[in-house]
């Protein structure tokens, strides 16, 4: 054959390979877009134009189910095993109908040859799911956690399976959470969300005594939880693991040594979080700081509601305890007897006042306090900055002027 020759011949089966790649790209396109219409008829038609993809046969399978031939759904699954066996959609397919059946024994070969031939999260999912089912408690565990090793974007699906086996939550941690970042992070959030005391606790003690740089957010948010529900306790040491660290801007608390307040020269601006102090959002009033004393500005418009907290903060305090709070202030436009005052009273509702200072008022900086007694139950408390009309006096307007809070033991 001449050189001319060869090349036509070369150009000619170049020509004919693009044509068989272009032909089975668009049945190939055809096949899905007939598979997507979800229809019996056009799924059958997917798999005849493409009969070696196992989840054309796994969707019709579940289109027969559905349309109660389980029998035509069995064999479909079974031809997607033949057509692709080292897939795992099918395997766990077969194992859950499999299940369905009444045949254990083949049910559990499915799904463990499903997570044999893909290590990734949805076989040990299926098989944790399976023995939760089977009410196998020690093979559920082993695969919960081998799922959560996966660490997958979602895991509330496997968390909440965790929490309904028998001890689920105080079981989680120790035998479904791996000592992984993420999933520690995820895991906090997600008691964050349901709001469970002891285990949100010491997950939270435990994540802030080694943090990571993602962690400060959802650390944050469980110590706010903690302290929503009255968990003191709970709270106060993650907020002194992260004040240790540096991580959050207040000093670290210790109630017996009657350190209790936080941030009480103001110089760091309000955190808003865990026991820092707590800018409320009230119309009409407005909250800033100044450096140079260093001080909190608390303004009012005169349109601020006739009773409201305009800053506070979590105490965590001993029981059964004599305390002293001492401040300075001085206002601009706000006189003595207008309703601006301190007060203490128990951090859950129905706790009841402690005790409220004398009325704020005065142009010059002048000191202040109140004295108070702890009951003798565990003692969270918040202290708040209260405004509330006086009869016979119309709404503030001007500005108080607040430092040098002070909390400690007294008489």
């Known amino acids: 054959m001449t050189g001319r020759g060869t090349l036509r011949l070369a150009a000619a089966l170049a020509t004919a390979a693009l044509g068989a790649v272009l032909y089975w790209s668009l049945r190939l396109a055809y096949a899905d877009v007939l598979s997507s219409r979800g229809d019996r008829e056009s799924v059958q038609r997917a798999v005849h134009l493409a009969p070696a ?3 054309y046969r796994a969707r019709l399978s579940l ?6 031939d389980r029998a035509a759904a069995t064999a479909a699954l079974q031809d997607a095993l033949a057509a692709s066996p080292l897939e795992a959609a099918p395997w766990i397919a077969l194992g859950l109908r499999r299940e369905t059946a009444g045949d254990f024994a083949g049910a559990e070969h499915c799904l463990l040859e499903a997570a044999r031939l893909d290590r990734t999260y949805d076989p040990r999912w299926a098989l ?3 023995y939760f089912r089977r009410t196998d408690w020690e093979r559920f565990w082993f695969w919960a956690r081998r799922a959560a090793e996966m660490a997958p ?6 968390f909440r399976l965790c929490w309904n086996a028998p001890d689920g939550p105080a079981a989680t941690l120790a035998r479904a959470i791996p000592d992984r970042p993420e999933v520690w992070r995820e895991y906090l959030a997600y008691l964050v969300q349901e ?4 285990p949100l606790a010491s997950l ?17 948010d469980a110590c706010d939880r903690l302290l929503a529900t009255g968990d003191g306790a709970g709270a106060l040491p993650v907020w002194n693991a992260l004040s240790a660290r540096r991580l959050i801007p207040c000093g670290v608390l210790s109630p017996q040594q009657g ?3 936080s941030n009480g020269g103001f110089s760091s601006p309000p955190t808003a979080r865990g026991f820092d102090w707590r800018p409320a959002r009230v119309d009409g009033v407005s909250i800033s700081r100044t450096i140079a004393d260093p001080s909190l500005r608390v303004a009012f418009s005169g349109r601020q509601p006739e009773l409201c907290e305009v800053l506070w903060q979590y105490l965590p305090l001993v029981p059964s305890t004599r305390y002293r709070l001492a401040f300075e202030c001085r206002t601009s436009g706000i006189q003595a007897g207008a309703g601006l005052r301190w007060r203490v009273a128990g951090a859950l509702e129905g706790g009841g006042t402690w005790a409220e200072s004398a009325d704020l008022g005065g142009e010059n900086w002048s000191p202040g306090g109140v004295s108070f007694q702890t009951p003798p139950h565990p003692a969270l408390a918040r202290l708040a900055l209260l405004y509330e009309r ?6 503030i307007q001007g500005a108080a002027w607040l430092r040098g809070l002070k909390l400690g033991f007294g008489p």
């Open 63 to 68: 289109l027969l189910d559905a349309e109660g």
């Open 204 to 220: 939270a003690a435990k994540m802030a005594a080694r943090p990571q740089p993602d962690d400060l957010p959802v650390l944050l």
């Open 195 to 198: 709001g469970a005391g002891p």
């Open 53 to 55: 993809s196992s989840g």
């Open 259 to 261: 350190r209790s307040l």
């Open 390 to 395: 006086r009869p016979g006096t119309t709404r």
């Open 153 to 158: 974007p979602d895991m509330r699906g496997l």
């Open 128 to 130: 944790a799911n399976y």
